[in-house]
């Protein structure tokens, strides 16, 4: 049981390049997060879903696409990287809502955009 | 605006030295408030939960404690092992697509050192 899996863990992109960040869980969980997480600030969600092929958006999803199409799996995409989306990235799943089922991390990817 | 204070920002123990670490917040109807550990590189590990003023909840050498302003966690003889930044989030609200969908607030976190 592997729990939550992110790929890549390190990343370093050039201004204006594209990348998808995968998010893989084995717990069968419904609800799947993403967040990013910056020195001096909480971790913020960018967009989540509440099941397959259901995605929303979260605080702060400009810049961001993602994608639900398997239960077990959430991408996150950047379309045109930009320096201020530099950050640690990390994709949280539950089995259900807040506050009963609490969220399961995934160890994060480090993203520098240059 | 929701909102999670977390204080201090870092602290150092020697070990053995009990402390408490101080989450305050201030959100619309509390439903939840969380605590979480995180070591350098990883993601934040879940610890507790706790629901309404009163209730505390214990894991080894922690111990957290919940009033309506304020969440402490409370560290007794602590080893260096419990070393990470302790992290605290509230349940909040966010509207769009699922009408009151409920996401976490987190705070800053607090660095906790605890040397041998």
Not at chain 1, 102 to 109: K, L, R, S
Not at chain 2, 27 to 50: A, I, N
């Amino acid at each position: 049981n592997a729990g939550v899996t992110q790929t890549p863990k390190f990343r370093v992109l050039k201004t204006g390049q594209s990348m998808t960040l995968l998010c893989a869980q084995d717990m069968n969980h419904e609800y799947m997060y993403w967040y990013r997480q910056d020195p001096g600030m909480g971790l913020r969600l960018i967009h989540y879903s509440v099941g397959e092929g259901t995605t929303a958006k979260g605080e702060v999803p400009d810049g961001y696409n993602v994608s639900r199409l398997k239960k077990q799996n959430f991408l996150l995409g950047l379309e045109s990287a930009a320096p201020s989306q530099t950050s640690v990235y990390f994709c949280a799943s539950s089995y259900a809502g807040l506050p009963t089922y609490e969220q399961y991390f995934g160890p994060g990817t480090r993203l520098t955009v240059t | 605006e929701d909102q999670v204070t977390q204080s201090p920002e870092a602290l150092r123990l020697q070990e053995g030295e009990s402390s408490s670490l101080n989450c305050s917040y201030t959100v619309s109807g509390l439903r939840g408030l969380f605590w979480y550990r995180q070591d350098p590189g990883k993601g934040p590990e879940f610890l507790f939960t706790l629901y309404s003023a009163g209730e505390e909840k214990e894991k080894e050498r922690l111990k957290a404690t919940l009033t309506k302003k304020e969440s402490f966690l409370h560290i007794t003889a602590p080893k260096p092992e419990d070393s990470a930044t302790y992290l605290c989030a509230v349940q909040a609200s966010i509207w769009g697509m699922n009408t009151g969908f409920q996401k976490l607030v987190f705070g800053t976190g607090t660095r906790l050192l605890v040397s041998p």
